[in-house]
């Protein structure tokens, strides 16, 4: 065990309030838990060793910082500074059927149902969700009552200080038929750490949208996690983007728990430098007639790394299941490096389940095209580089998220290329 | 016109595809103004001339020249062949999904404009210039937006490739099988845009399999391409005359060539 973990665990332990069950849960399984080591298959690419050596440390005073402001989006904003819960910067009223409150604040029967779906949906295996359900001091519950559509979205942002060690938690959970978008952001500053959780109950014929930011770049440090489970005709359309650091790490898992639900994840990463990026997806269809399409791409230059693991898990009684996972990713550098590992485990047998993972160079033949119009190989490279990416970009469902998302990723791409 | 300079000479070209000899000698002289059909049976080698004058990877000239405008087009990289004027409108438009359609021809033309020494043209002008032209072959405006041809249906492919033609001006335009695919309506569009294209310092060549075409865009010359050489030259007429003989000819006889010219 490091030393780093040994500390967590001992922090921990001072806490003690309505989560104290999970707590303690997490704790024992913590204790039975081995620090995972290039051996570990699920940290085989990710070695922890930015967790083992990092300076960050828990900021207790109150640090004012406020999320990005994205123009033409207005969110309901729910922010986390240095892993504190800052209640001044939710609006004062709240649209009908919408609550957002901290655990500790519900009622009895209230915080009964939250703690009952408290790590329902995280699975267990992961050490860094372990860390998080024993230290993530101010959870956050959120749910949206019975066939309310909610059309502001909600911006859940993490915000760290230089220095700052951070975990982040909460609870989504959508009524039957309501609707909601939810906007995960991660903006931190230098050395940090953050740990940021979120589970989504989505209920029958209820509809998530979702996004993931993880723009952070440089020295910081990001584990964490989007965990979905999908009733009935539920559906969830998420969108990931990621620019990596010395350390990211997002696991998303998706859980069709109901039948005939659908899943849409689009995720895109760019990364550069030294940086790191890993996300482990993992798809659950566990009843019949669900519906899963994924599309992971990747471009990776300089010193970059990437890491995907997809895996696709059909249950025995999930017959008549739709699951595609595609995932392409582009070399920029002979020293970059991508590990992408689909996996698929189907046992049913009347099922439709592709797969298919390419790392490839440029497209020859729209290079070619691009070039007998007049446009230079240099400058055609980078439109179709771009291309590759805005695909997905153009898929995003808010308008007002793509158009602001569009230039940075323009930006980082100009950079990207010039290596 | 003869004495007016040539815009394109081609002689005795020699070249190959993947060590495959596919043209294989063969000789085309292009006035400004000019309209040339070549036509011939498959595999004559119609489409590798496209690619070959406009520098595609994998294809190697072995000997003689090509000049445009008096330069030498085989010493230029793909894209300055483009901006010394050549355009090759092709058979399959590739799509680029990502890449707007929008973008991509800014992109050309700003390339373009940039090698004549020319101002870049603002965003609002070009929307402009490009929603005209988007008018003019038929196409919806909201075909700017989408990817480059992504989904396009195969006329609204070749529709695109003459917007671009119409937006970037060329000198010569280079047409591969524009009406393969396309149905009456469609193939009127493309020959009123490519009509009206038409002038005194703009040439085409129109590569097609069949006649049809022809009755749209009227040639001023057609030949006849068979086994990567012209094999017959004669003015439009010839093009009737295929139509009604077809190409067997071609494999039974000698070449003679009394028409040349």
């Given at each position: 065990?490091?030393?780093?973990?040994?500390?967590?665990?001992?922090?921990?332990?001072?806490?003690?309030?309505?989560?104290?069950?999970?707590?303690?849960?997490?704790?024992?399984?913590?204790?039975?838990?081995?620090?995972?080591?290039?051996?570990?298959?699920?940290?085989?690419?990710?070695?922890?060793?930015?967790?083992?050596?990092?300076?960050?440390?828990?900021?207790?005073?109150?640090?004012?910082?406020?999320?990005?402001?994205?123009?033409?989006?207005?969110?309901?904003?729910?922010?986390?500074?240095?892993?504190?819960?800052?209640?001044?910067?939710?609006?004062?009223?709240?649209?009908?059927?919408?609550?957002?409150?901290?655990?500790?604040?519900?009622?009895?029967?209230?915080?009964?149902?939250?703690?009952?779906?408290?790590?329902?949906?995280?699975?267990?295996?992961?050490?860094?969700?372990?860390?998080?359900?024993?230290?993530?001091?101010?959870?956050?519950?959120?749910?949206?009552?019975?066939?309310?559509?909610?059309?502001?979205?909600?911006?859940?942002?993490?915000?760290?200080?230089?220095?700052?060690?951070?975990?982040?938690?909460?609870?989504?959970?959508?009524?039957?038929?309501?609707?909601?978008?939810?906007?995960?952001?991660?903006?931190?500053?230098?050395?940090?750490?953050?740990?940021?959780?979120?589970?989504?109950?989505?209920?029958?014929?209820?509809?998530?949208?979702?996004?993931?930011?993880?723009?952070?770049?440089?020295?910081?440090?990001?584990?964490?996690?989007?965990?979905?489970?999908?009733?009935?005709?539920?559906?969830?359309?998420?969108?990931?983007?990621?620019?990596?650091?010395?350390?990211?790490?997002?696991?998303?898992?998706?859980?069709?728990?109901?039948?005939?639900?659908?899943?849409?994840?689009?995720?895109?990463?760019?990364?550069?430098?030294?940086?790191?990026?890993?996300?482990?997806?993992?798809?659950?269809?566990?009843?019949?007639?669900?519906?899963?399409?994924?599309?992971?791409?990747?471009?990776?230059?300089?010193?970059?790394?990437?890491?995907?693991?997809?895996?696709?898990?059909?249950?025995?009684?999930?017959?008549?299941?739709?699951?595609?996972?595609?995932?392409?990713?582009?070399?920029?550098?002979?020293?970059?490096?991508?590990?992408?590992?689909?996996?698929?485990?189907?046992?049913?047998?009347?099922?439709?389940?592709?797969?298919?993972?390419?790392?490839?160079?440029?497209?020859?033949?729209?290079?070619?095209?691009?070039?007998?119009?007049?446009?230079?190989?240099?400058?055609?490279?980078?439109?179709?580089?771009?291309?590759?990416?805005?695909?997905?970009?153009?898929?995003?469902?808010?308008?007002?998220?793509?158009?602001?998302?569009?230039?940075?990723?323009?930006?980082?791409?100009?950079?990207?290329?010039?290596? | 016109?003869?004495?007016?300079?040539?815009?394109l000479?081609?002689?005795?070209?020699?070249?190959?595809?993947?060590?495959?000899?596919?043209?294989?000698?063969?000789?085309?002289?292009?006035?400004?103004?000019?309209?040339?059909?070549?036509?011939?049976?498959?595999?004559?080698?119609?489409?590798?001339?496209?690619?070959?004058l406009?520098g595609?990877?994998?294809?190697?000239?072995?000997?003689?020249s090509v000049m445009l405008?008096?330069e030498d087009l085989l010493e230029m990289?793909?894209?300055?062949r483009?901006?010394a004027?050549l355009?090759?409108?092709?058979?399959?438009?590739?799509?680029?999904?990502?890449?707007?359609?929008?973008?991509?021809?800014?992109?050309?033309?700003?390339?373009?404009?940039?090698?004549?020494?020319?101002?870049?043209?603002?965003?609002?002008?070009?929307?402009?210039?490009?929603?005209?032209?988007?008018?003019?072959?038929?196409?919806?405006?909201?075909?700017?937006?989408?990817?480059?041809?992504?989904?396009?249906?195969?006329?609204?492919?070749?529709?695109?490739?003459?917007?671009?033609?119409?937006?970037?001006?060329?000198?010569?335009?280079?047409?591969?099988?524009?009406?393969?695919?396309?149905?009456?309506?469609?193939?009127?569009?493309?020959?009123?845009?490519?009509?009206?294209?038409?002038?005194?310092?703009?040439?085409?060549?129109?590569?097609?399999?069949?006649?049809?075409?022809?009755?749209?865009?009227?040639?001023?010359?057609?030949?006849?391409?068979?086994?990567?050489?012209?094999?017959?030259?004669?003015?439009?007429?010839?093009?009737?005359?295929?139509?009604?003989?077809?190409?067997?000819?071609?494999?039974?006889?000698?070449?003679?060539?009394?028409?040349?010219?």
């Amino acid at each position: 065990m490091s030393e780093w973990l040994e500390s967590a665990i001992a922090r921990a332990q001072g806490i003690n309030d309505w989560l104290a069950p999970k707590r303690a849960h997490a704790l024992e399984l913590l204790a039975n838990t081995k620090w995972p080591t290039r051996k570990t298959e699920a940290w085989r690419y990710t070695p922890l060793r930015p967790i083992e050596r990092t300076q960050a440390k828990v900021i207790s005073e109150k640090v004012a910082l406020t999320p990005v402001s994205i123009a033409d989006l207005s969110a309901i904003e729910l922010v986390f500074v240095n892993g504190q819960f800052d209640s001044a910067q939710l609006p004062e009223t709240l649209p009908e059927g919408l609550s957002i409150s901290l655990g500790g604040d519900l009622d009895a029967a209230e915080q009964a149902e939250a703690l009952s779906g408290f790590s329902a949906i995280k699975p267990e295996r992961h050490i860094f969700g372990l860390v998080n359900d024993a230290l993530a001091q101010d959870v956050v519950v959120v749910s949206v009552a019975e066939g309310v559509e909610v059309t502001l979205p909600i911006r859940i942002s993490s915000l760290l200080s230089q220095g700052a060690e951070s975990h982040t938690r909460v609870q989504v959970a959508l009524a039957t038929g309501s609707k909601l978008t939810v906007i995960e952001d991660l903006q931190a500053q230098g050395e940090s750490l953050n740990t940021a959780f979120v589970e989504y109950n989505i209920a029958a014929n209820a509809r998530l949208e979702h996004y993931r930011f993880a723009l952070q770049t440089g020295s910081n440090v990001a584990v964490g996690g989007s965990h979905f489970n999908l009733h009935d005709h539920a559906k969830m359309n998420s969108t990931i983007v990621g620019f990596g650091s010395e350390l990211s790490r997002l696991d998303t898992d998706i859980i069709h728990a109901g039948e005939f639900a659908d899943a849409k994840l689009n995720a895109m990463y760019l990364l550069d430098g030294k940086e790191l990026f890993d996300l482990h997806a993992t798809v659950e269809h566990a009843m019949p007639n669900g519906k899963t399409e994924e599309n992971v791409r990747c471009i990776v230059a300089d010193r970059s790394r990437a890491v995907f693991n997809g895996r696709i898990h059909i249950h025995r009684d999930a017959q008549k299941t739709l699951a595609e996972l595609n995932n392409r990713n582009l070399l920029l550098s002979d020293k970059a490096e991508i590990n992408t590992k689909p996996e698929l485990e189907i046992y049913a047998d009347d099922v439709k389940c592709a797969h298919g993972a390419t790392v490839a160079q440029i497209d020859k033949q729209a290079l070619y095209y691009l070039q007998t119009r007049g446009v230079s190989r240099s400058k055609a490279q980078v439109m179709l580089n771009f291309g590759f990416i805005n695909e997905l970009i153009d898929l995003m469902p808010n308008a007002a998220l793509a158009e602001w998302i569009r230039p940075i990723i323009r930006e980082r791409f100009a950079q990207m290329e010039v290596k | 016109m003869s004495n007016t300079k040539s815009l394109l000479t081609i002689k005795d070209l020699h070249a190959s595809v993947e060590e495959k000899q596919i043209i294989k000698g063969l000789d085309l002289d292009v006035k400004p103004g000019e309209v040339h059909a070549i036509m011939g049976p498959n595999g004559a080698g119609k489409s590798t001339l496209g690619y070959v004058l406009s520098g595609r990877d994998g294809y190697s000239v072995e000997s003689g020249s090509v000049m445009l405008d008096e330069e030498d087009l085989l010493e230029m990289e793909t894209e300055d062949r483009a901006r010394a004027g050549l355009f090759l409108a092709f058979q399959y438009p590739v799509e680029i999904p990502g890449v707007s359609n929008l973008e991509f021809l800014k992109a050309s033309v700003d390339a373009q404009r940039e090698a004549r020494g020319e101002d870049a043209i603002t965003s609002a002008d070009f929307l402009k210039e490009a929603k005209a032209a988007c008018k003019q072959v038929n196409l919806p405006v909201a075909f700017l937006k989408r990817g480059v041809n992504e989904g396009f249906s195969g006329g609204e492919k070749k529709r695109n490739e003459l917007m671009q033609m119409l937006l970037l001006k060329p000198k010569l335009c280079i047409l591969d099988e524009t009406d393969s695919g396309l149905d009456i309506d469609a193939l009127q569009v493309v020959a009123e845009g490519v009509n009206s294209q038409r002038s005194a310092d703009r040439s085409f060549i129109v590569v097609t399999h069949y006649q049809r075409l022809l009755d749209y865009i009227k040639p001023d010359f057609v030949h006849v391409l068979s086994d990567g050489k012209i094999v017959k030259s004669g003015d439009a007429s010839l093009a009737l005359e295929l139509e009604a003989q077809g190409y067997a000819w071609l494999q039974k006889e000698p070449v003679e060539d009394e028409l040349e010219g």
